[in-house]
Every structure is written in C-alpha cells, then in structure tokens.
C-alpha cells in the first residue's frame, strides 16, 4: 500500500510559477511510475505529466508540454511538478497518482494504483 500526499498548491497570478509536491510512503516508491492529473469543476480529470521509476523517461499533456517539469527523489519518496508560465485554464485540483507498472507512462487514470487528496491551484487573470 501506498499513500500520497500533495501540497504546494495555491493563487498565482497568470505567468507565475508553482512547485507541487507529492510525498509518498512505502518502500516500494521507487518502482513505481508517478503522475499527475487535475480536475477542474464540471470537467473530467485530465493527464498532466508521468514519470517511469527511474526518472529516465517521461511525458507530458500537449497543453502543459514546455511550460510545466516532472522530477523525482527516490531517495526521499517524493515526486514533483514545477509548473511555470502558469494560465487560467491550468487552474484545478491536482492529483499525485501512482502506477505500479513502473516501466510504462499511463495517461489515464483507470492506468494508477494510488491517488492523493489533490491540492488547489488557482491562476488568476
């Protein structure tokens, strides 16, 4: 079993920056693929960015690639997203996720084992 836990959301003005973090338990953290979604009111949750066990590879949503970075710890169960130049349309709850097939980048939910709480972000105009 794994638990996650995010923080680091927030308000931010359009074309400011935010880091999420995502902590996890369990000592099998780093065998694990990790990503990110949100959800914004009245809509579906969306993939944001994945990360394969070893951070070698990863992958982005078309509408987050270039402005937002996933980085990993293994060493301290952690996952990250620095999200840069930041919109009003990135505003919604986002979610820390885990898949235990770590060789592979799921984009769908349906695709992770464990989820997080989320964590608000909210980008103002």
């Known amino acids: 079993q794994v638990q996650l836990v995010e923080s680091g959301g927030g308000l931010v003005q359009t074309g400011g920056s935010l880091r999420l973090s995502c902590a996890a338990s369990?000592?099998?953290?780093?065998?694990?693929?990790m990503g990110w979604f949100r959800q914004a009111p009245g809509k579906e949750r969306e993939f944001v960015a994945a990360i394969v066990w070893s951070g070698i590879f990863t992958y982005y949503a078309d509408s987050v690639k270039g402005r937002f970075t996933i980085f990993r710890d293994n060493a301290k169960n952690t996952v990250s997203l620095q999200m840069n130049s930041l919109k009003p349309e990135d505003t919604a709850v986002y979610y820390c996720a885990a898949d235990r097939a770590g060789h592979q980048l799921g984009v769908r939910p349906t695709e992770y084992d464990y989820w997080g709480q989320g964590t608000q972000v909210t980008v103002s105009s």
């Open positions: 369990g000592r099998t953290f780093s065998s694990y693929t």
